[in-house]
């Protein structure tokens, strides 16, 4: 067995405790990362086409749904729709209930969208969104997104050159 002097001791404990310290700090670091993202705000925005009430059979309806998964409660301030290579946003006044309404966990909030007649009036939406007090956007993509990234691109080239 061999003998160590009292510097190698003191090196080889210091080794120890800084190993130890490394493994104790990374196992907070995801705790507290795991912890921050389930604690965050978080909500699952659902579509539902061609719905239609009991009362009106020949109006066919859009309704997207804002669901809280998040912990957090959190304030819907509206609903819209970002158009294919369009600058202009639809935005949904028949919100059940009325806007601005704070969802809590697992609370939903609905809006109501007619169609005007027998054609999709609706078939240009590259993304339907609901958006909070803070400016977040929380979406629900209808398009691929090459298809979302080439109508990005249209929408600043038309705004630049209504700059110039």
């Given at each position: 067995?061999?003998?160590?002097?009292?510097?190698?001791?003191?090196?080889?404990?210091?080794?120890?405790?800084?190993?130890?310290?490394?493994?104790?700090?990374?196992?907070?670091?995801?705790?507290?990362?795991?912890?921050?993202?389930?604690?965050?705000?978080?909500?699952?925005?659902?579509?539902?086409?061609?719905?239609?009430?009991?009362?009106?059979?020949?109006?066919?309806?859009?309704?997207?749904?804002?669901?809280?998964?998040?912990?957090?409660?959190?304030?819907?301030?509206?609903?819209?729709?970002?158009?294919?290579?369009?600058?202009?946003?639809?935005?949904?006044?028949?919100?059940?209930?009325?806007?601005?309404?704070?969802?809590?966990?697992t609370e939903s909030i609905s809006a109501w969208i007619p169609w005007v007649d027998d054609s999709d009036d609706l078939s240009n939406v590259e993304?339907?969104?609901?958006?909070?007090?803070?400016?977040?956007?929380?979406?629900?993509?209808?398009?691929?997104?090459?298809?979302?990234?080439?109508?990005?691109?249209?929408?600043?080239?038309?705004?630049?050159?209504?700059?110039?």
């Amino acid at each position: 067995m061999p003998k160590y002097t009292t510097t190698e001791y003191v090196a080889i404990s210091g080794l120890v405790l800084a190993a130890y310290g490394a493994i104790l700090s990374t196992i907070n670091s995801i705790v507290q990362i795991a912890t921050q993202r389930k604690d965050r705000a978080d909500v699952l925005v659902k579509v539902q086409r061609n719905m239609v009430r009991t009362d009106r059979m020949n109006q066919k309806n859009t309704i997207v749904t804002a669901i809280n998964r998040g912990k957090r409660p959190i304030t819907i301030q509206g609903f819209a729709a970002r158009q294919l290579d369009v600058n202009t946003n639809l935005l949904f006044i028949d919100v059940r209930p009325q806007v601005p309404h704070v969802l809590n966990e697992t609370e939903s909030i609905s809006a109501w969208i007619p169609w005007v007649d027998d054609s999709d009036d609706l078939s240009n939406v590259e993304t339907f969104f609901v958006y909070d007090n803070l400016g977040r956007e929380f979406k629900h993509h209808v398009v691929p997104w090459y298809r979302r990234v080439e109508s990005t691109y249209r929408r600043r080239y038309a705004t630049d050159r209504t700059k110039n």
